[in-house]
């Protein structure tokens, strides 16, 4: 299954704000507990991360998940 570009760009700002708090891919496995596999997996576009995950990464990087749902 192939990603969307939107995730593919969401996939890649993850990295990007790992990167701006000065972080490895292995120190945000352990403050996270998500494998440093998976972390890489998903900044390198094979996996799409559910919420859960998504939401202890950016928590373990000083950061929160933010759900806004479409109206229409």
């Known amino acids: 299954m ?11 700002s993850l990295k990007q ?19 440093r596999s998976y972390i890489s997996q998903i900044e390198t576009n094979y996996r799409q991360p559910t919420a859960f995950i998504l939401n202890s990464l950016l928590m373990s990087m000083g ?7 479409d109206c229409d």
């Not at 990603?3 to 890649?12: G, H, K, R, Y």
């Not at 704000?17 to 945000?28: A, G």
């Open 2 to 12: 192939a990603l969307s570009q939107e995730l593919i760009s969401f996939n890649n």
């Open 17 to 35: 704000v790992r990167r701006d708090v000065d972080m490895t891919q292995e120190e945000l496995a352990v403050r996270s507990g998500v494998s």
């Open 63 to 69: 950061h929160r998940l933010t759900i806004v749902k």
